[in-house]
């Protein structure tokens, strides 16, 4: 099962110390031509020279006759990953005013044979020589191995835009260690700086693109800061782009020593800043362990060398224990990194860890669930793919006590186990861009709570985050594609994308750059059949939903907050005390606490009869195994509600069919532990 091998999307193994470098960035005015023509989907004044865009054909517009966005979304993209790991780990830019020849051109030190491009070395294996020339020949990148050089050039997105895309989510990303650590560099390593910088060349890339088609707002790529811009793009037929964040320290929350480096206030402040960038999605932790979460790890040499690095980085490596689910984090595992390792301290190993331990110790801290409550407050999404099952679990416990539905899972890196819990919640998943086959394989898998939740479904392409895109099937391979094709909604034909004197086949060469994305979706078409691909035409609908949802959610009234309690038995204490009403008191630093016997049990009463349908309970340390909600009119008669004999503690929420209660009664049958039953906060909510 999943949870014992390495996420769908694998990664070759890597050697010598640049290891450490790879798997810290994983993560993560144009010259006037001649009008290109008079349809409003063509620029006036595109760049010339410039790359060929292939597809022709009016972009469709509007809803399906439900009502309903049309279009495919890629949750997951790293448009202006150029500009992190200190601007000289990927080489090329995503557009340039001084035309196409400045923009698809290698990294200096990469010239003339690619003897120094030390990354490119570490990642594609053997020499790493190559042709560093971009533009006109491109006789060795963009390639879909080739996981140093751009991707995402504009027009390489617009022929995805042309072929049906019409969400795209922008991941702002960068790691502080790999910066520092990779000799080539041009900017500073601080995260927030580099994330700063990736905003604003998105919105000058949507500038850029504006002024070939006329002025602000007329271009096909539109920066969305909610749900309904984000539809009212796509229904004209534009291509929708939200800007999320993917980074190690964000807000400058990383640990040092397991000691947090920021605070709630500047957690706040990171949040207000981001939120006014446009950025609307975000991961909380990356790759290492910081002052917000524990991170889903990375197995075998490739796990040992990001171990290495968050030992570099935080003074500490990764602890582990054992998982109390069906969820794991992957196993860390004893394969060597000798060049990562040799850059240890004297004396200083990489821990060996337990077979059966493979959870992260590190879960999601008080300062994390800060964070996620402020993303909240936000009306902002939660990425959980990095996150530990640990982390995850405490966050979707705390998004299902407030009914909270704006959880992601971008790119095939969330425990599977966690499927169907995030669309219950109303949250969207994509799966990272596998090749067709495999891709069609997990679709498979996933269809039948798909059609339960009635969801559509998407695809990350994480391109530019050094991740390794579908390898060719062959030109001899069964169903291959046929150029030129016609788009999914029929509208557009494509055929074989050119830009100067290269030109790309995705039977021959893979998905080599993001205008082979339409490509990709006609192979998926014909490997794994029609259906997948209309559960992806479905997934711009999905997304904007569950988008929309997490901006309309209101925080629930707490009918329990300071009303009168009473307990069959409180710890007694000289220091603090555990009494009743401290379970109802609005603090979560405050909690009652029973004597150690089974049977105990908190009353609270909402004064008046109200309708119960969410009660919510936070457990410390000391939780029920099996307890019993009880409500009652009268304060006499009971009626057992919700119940569970497997409880682990954490965030309970017990859900309830709208019932009448004057009174709510926690009811602990079973301890989970020696001590008694012991309660942050209980919460009663009438929706």
């Not at 069609?440 to 985050?465: I, P, S, W």
Request: a negative charge.
């Amino acid at each position: 099962m999943f949870v014992t091998r390495q996420p769908l999307h694998r990664r070759r193994p890597l050697t010598v110390l640049s290891l450490l470098l790879v798997v810290m960035a994983m993560a993560l005015g144009p010259t006037p031509s001649s009008a290109a023509g008079t349809d409003w989907w063509d620029p006036t004044a595109r760049p010339a020279p410039d790359s060929q865009i292939n597809v022709t054909g009016e972009p469709f517009k509007g809803t399906n006759s439900q009502g309903e966005v049309r279009g495919f979304v890629d949750a997951h993209n790293h448009i202006m990953a150029n500009e992190a790991f200190g601007g000289r780990l990927i080489c090329g830019k995503s557009f340039s005013k001084a035309g196409v020849a400045d923009a698809l051109k290698d990294c200096p030190e990469h010239y003339p044979d690619g003897s120094l491009a030390l990354f490119d070395f570490i990642t594609n294996g053997g020499d790493g020589k190559h042709d560093p020339d971009g533009w006109p020949t491109f006789k060795d990148w963009p390639a879909h191995d080739s996981l140093t050089h751009q991707q995402n050039y504009y027009a390489w997105v617009e022929r995805a835009w042309r072929g049906g895309q019409r969400v795209l989510v922008n991941d702002l990303v960068t790691n502080g260690v790999i910066c520092s650590v990779y000799p080539f560099k041009d900017r500073s390593c601080d995260e927030m700086t580099s994330i700063r910088l990736q905003a604003k060349l998105t919105y000058d890339m949507q500038d850029y693109i504006d002024a070939m088609y006329g002025g602000p707002g007329k271009g096909w790529f539109r920066i969305v800061t909610d749900s309904a811009q984000a539809r009212e793009v796509a229904q004209q037929g534009k291509l929708a782009v939200v800007l999320g964040v993917e980074t190690s320290e964000p807000f400058g929350c990383k640990q040092i020593l397991d000691i947090a480096q920021c605070d709630k206030a500047d957690i706040d402040a990171g949040l207000d800043e981001l939120y006014d960038l446009g950025v609307r999605s975000m991961f909380l932790c990356h790759k290492f362990d910081n002052a917000l979460c524990g991170v889903r790890f990375d197995e075998g040499g490739l796990g040992t060398a990001i171990n290495v690095g968050q030992f570099l980085s935080t003074g500490t490596f990764w602890q582990t224990e054992k998982c109390t689910g069906p969820q794991h984090d992957n196993p860390i595992g004893g394969a060597a990194a000798p060049g990562a390792e040799k850059e240890l301290p004297a004396g200083v190993d990489v821990p060996t860890y337990d077979e059966d331990a493979q959870c992260n110790k590190r879960g999601l801290t008080d300062l994390g669930e800060y964070a996620v409550r402020g993303l909240m407050k936000r009306k902002m999404m939660l990425e959980i793919d990095h996150m530990g099952v640990k982390a995850t679990g405490r966050a979707l416990d705390i998004f299902e006590a407030e009914s909270y539905p704006g959880v992601i899972s971008s790119h095939s890196w969330m425990d599977l186990n966690w499927t169907e819990r995030v669309y219950r919640l109303g949250g969207f998943i994509a799966q990272y861009m596998h090749g067709s086959e495999q891709f069609g394989a997990e679709a498979a898998r996933t269809k039948a709570l798909r059609d339960k939740y009635d969801v559509g479904y998407g695809y990350g392409t994480d391109m530019n985050g050094v991740g390794g895109w579908p390898a060719p099937r062959g030109a001899d391979a069964p169903n291959p594609v046929r150029y030129p094709f016609r788009s999914t909604d029929g509208t557009a034909v494509l055929d074989r994308q050119t830009t100067g004197q290269r030109t790309w086949d995705i039977n021959t060469d893979g998905a080599a750059h993001y205008g082979l994305v339409p490509d990709w979706i006609e192979d998926i078409r014909l490997v794994a059949g029609q259906s997948v691909v209309d559960d992806l035409f479905r997934g711009a609908e999905s997304y904007l939903d569950t988008w929309g949802a997490a901006e309309r959610h209101e925080a629930g009234v707490n009918l329990a907050k300071g009303a009168p309690a009473s307990a069959s038995s409180s710890e007694s204490s000289v220091f603090t005390s555990y009494a009743p009403g401290r379970a109802v008191d609005g603090d979560t630093g405050t909690r009652w606490a029973s004597d150690w016997s089974d049977d105990q049990w908190l009353r609270i009463d909402l004064g008046s009869t109200r309708t119960a349908r969410r009660v919510t309970l936070d457990w410390e340390r000391a939780y029920a195994k099996s307890y019993r909600v009880e409500v009652s009119t009268n304060g006499a008669d009971w009626q057992s509600v919700w119940s569970t004999t497997a409880g682990d503690g954490g965030l309970d929420t017990a859900r309830l069919s709208g019932t009448p209660a004057r009174y709510v009664r926690i009811h602990g049958l079973d301890r989970g532990t020696d001590w008694g039953y012991s309660l942050y906060e209980v919460g009663v909510h009438s929706s």
